[in-house]
């Protein structure tokens, strides 16, 4: 069994930050690109950022130079740092990875977190 768990989601006022985190956890051999993506509501899911293994990173036009994505290969996470926020930030934000599992045999995963909700507001 192989999970993503995010947290640091809440409320902040415009201009605020967050930072966003997501922790790989199971039989996890190695974590290929792991990415961060966002679902508002009454809209479809859409990409914010994305990481490869190789620390290649790709971004959305709408966060560009507020939002950094990294991530630690050593403990499996990837984290969202979330600058200069803004109402149209609010969303829930998915972590997302591909994954080779071990267990019971050796396999190529997607998985996807639970969510954890930004609200930006005043």
């Known amino acids: 069994q192989v999970q993503l768990v995010e947290s640091g989601g809440g409320l902040v006022q415009p201009g605020g930050s967050l930072r966003l985190s997501c922790a790989a956890s199971?039989?996890?051999?190695?974590?290929?690109?792991m990415g961060w993506y966002r679902q508002a509501p009454g809209k479809q899911r859409e990409l914010v950022a994305s990481?490869?293994?190789?620390?290649?990173?790709n971004y959305a036009d709408s966060v560009k130079g507020r939002f950094t994505i990294s991530r630690d290969n050593a403990k499996n996470m990837v984290y969202l740092q979330m600058n200069s926020l803004r109402p149209e930030d609010t969303a829930v934000y998915y972590c997302?990875?591909?994954?080779?599992?071990?267990?019971?045999?050796?396999?190529?995963?997607?998985?996807w977190g639970q969510g954890t909700l930004v609200t930006v507001s005043l």
């Open positions: 990481i490869a293994r190789s620390d290649y990173t």
């Open positions: 997302n990875a591909g994954i080779w599992v071990a267990t019971p045999s050796l396999r190529y995963l997607e998985v």
């Open positions: 199971g039989s996890i051999r190695i974590i290929n690109t």
